[in-house]
């Protein structure tokens, strides 16, 4: 896990002198082990000073994690190529030795010339052999080209903008202040602050977009200009054909164990995020099982609040050896740290959860930790949102699948899991905020256009490419890299997904149970207990209690102030949503707090 930055001169483009060593200098927190900086340049790309007429910059920010000698820095060269890469690549092993199959030779040990080596057996094609999560700039000196690649789901940021001056790439929207005014993007943040929906395909701000997951660029190096772009994953192709949950459970517990061995290669210690919910308990007692020694976990505790789930930490702990950390984060602590908080996420985040994430990054990183598994991915790839499971049954009676409804509804009322039964008007409540949010707002009803209108397996996809995923994912990656630690997913693993949507509904979902594949293929890893356990939260946070007691003197002075957010949305929104407070309104905390989140980011990064 890195920070990169990469900039591309165009013909006669000035660049001040420091500028791509400041920009990476910006990122030091996500490699703190190393720095380097290479500028090319001339008719063979050679190395030159940054005082010459060089092309193209490659900067560098180390957190050492796989070949942690010097050999293994970067920026790596490798014959004509050269590459800055954020990232790990977990099937290194085998690309390596199917590489060294055709003659390849390596000098280190590192995940980083594999992905080289690969560039050049392949191309941009040996992306598609890579299992990992990355974010790689590679110079093609024989091709005079620059290719720019982000992992399949956008794990790992990058960010392109475009001046009159150049083309640069980089980790972190802050690093592009060093080359260029931000300004925000008002559209964006105005969708928002109203609905708090992002568009993956666009920033906050103006001069920069995401590079797309799962695609590479090719970018001339004379002109700094884009030659195209190529998608090389497509999950909707997979078409759902097991409906057995006993087979499916037999196909993924091997493959998600196969995942998680992958996930740990490391040449530093591994931890495990543990919230006490499904997903990371299974990967707890996976790595333990992998490795019967001590595990470090990772969990923020909230005691004497309906969200605290130590209970459950503590009945996982009593299968799996590990060596336990907690943290328990405070309203005024969030106070203080909010200003470093906002300044680490370059964007507004949108729920007061994060900071339970941050404290936990935090938390990880005193241990001298730096890396954790995460349980992240689980619910969109397995569906074990209620919401998903409401989904499906909306879809069948829309159909008149009247048998398909009753089956879950009774098998949920007698002897399943009740939760699904009272699940009904609480999301019957959010469909119709949905639909009235969408009346005000175009971005909410393409949202609710594509839930609702689309086929089950479009939508699957669409939960795991657009929906909610890619935000934490982003808020993920800034928590963990603000305390220089690396966040791994193992159910982000790409074959995992295609197995998973491989899954029909009835294997997902039985009365009123959902993750089926899951509960099953762990049966005599985890008791049954956890199981079937009927509630779901994760690292949440008691916002009603921090927005209503601690920080509700903030969010008064908020309202009150000549704040730009009020140049945006209506100051009586906020007026109405400080009386909602009180009732425990959940749409009046969440803007609230997107309201405070926005106004802090404003004054950080656009005064």
Known sequence: ?????????????????????????????????????TFLGGAQLAEMPEGGDWRVGLGHRRLSIIDLSTEASQPMRRGAL?????????????????????????????????????????GPKGFERLKGMWAAVVVDARRREVVVCRDRLGIKPLYVCSTGAAVAFCSELKQLRRLTTLSADQEAVSTYLNTGYED???????????????????????????LGVQPYWHPEKVTAHVDDPDEAARLFAPALR??????????????????????????AALVNEKNPKSLETFTAT???????????????????????????????????????????????????????????????????????????????????????????????????????????????????NPQLLWQFPVMGRRFLERRKEAKRSAASAQILSSVLGADAQARRVYEIREMYLPRLLKWDD?????????????FLDHELIEL????????????????????RGLEGV????????????????????????????????????????????????????LEGLAAGNLEAEQFLFRALMADRWAKRFLS
């Open 1 to 37: 896990m890195c920070g990169i930055t990469a900039i591309v001169r165009r013909p006669g483009g000035a660049i001040a002198p420091g500028t791509l060593e400041a920009m990476t200098r910006d990122v030091a927190h996500r490699g703190p082990d190393g720095m380097g900086l």
């Open 526 to 577: 985890l008791p049954q207990e956890l199981l079937r356990r009927r509630t779901k939260l994760g690292f949440e946070i008691p916002g009603h209690d921090w927005l209503h007691g601690p920080l509700r003197a903030t969010l008064e002075a908020l309202v009150a102030s000549d704040s730009s957010v009020w140049e945006l949305v209506p100051r009586a929104l906020g007026t109405r949503a």
């Open 478 to 490: 800034r928590n963990f890299m603000a305390f220089s630690v690396e966040g791994r997913y193992p």
């Open 200 to 226: 993956q395909r666009r920033t906050f701000f103006r001069e920069a977009v995401p590079v797309a997951p799962g695609t590479w660029e090719r970018w001339s190096l004379d002109e700094a200009k884009r």
């Open 302 to 416: 909230f005691p004497g609040t309906p969200v605290d789930e130590s209970a459950w930490v503590e009945k996982v702990l009593q299968v799996v050896k590990a060596n336990p950390h907690r943290v328990s984060p405070t309203p005024q602590r969030f106070l203080e740290e909010l200003d470093s908080f906002v300044w680490h996420h370059d964007e507004p985040v949108g729920t007061l959860s994060q900071y339970a994430g941050w404290c936990v990054a935090r938390l990880t990183r005193e241990a001298q930790v730096p890396v954790t598994l995460n349980g992240q991915g689980g619910d969109e790839v397995l569906n074990g949102y209620w919401q998903s499971y409401l989904v499906h049954l909306y879809g069948a009676a829309r159909r008149l699948h009247a048998l398909e409804v009753t089956r879950h509804v009774v098998g949920a009322a007698l002897g399943g």
């Open 258 to 283: 196969l995942a998680v061995a992958e996930h740990l290669r490391s040449d530093v210690p591994v931890g495990c995020a543990l919230s006490g919910g499904l997903d990371s308990s299974a990967l």
């Open 82 to 122: 050269w590459v800055t890469y954020n990232g790990e690549i977990y099937n290194y092993v085998e690309v390596r030795a199917a590489l060294e199959a055709r003659g390849s030779k390596f000098a280190t040990a590192s995940d980083t010339e594999v992905l080289l080596a690969a560039y050049e057996a392949w």
């Open 500 to 519: 998973c949507l491989s899954f029909g509904p009835r294997a997902l979902y039985q009365r009123g149970w959902m993750k089926e594949p899951l509960r």
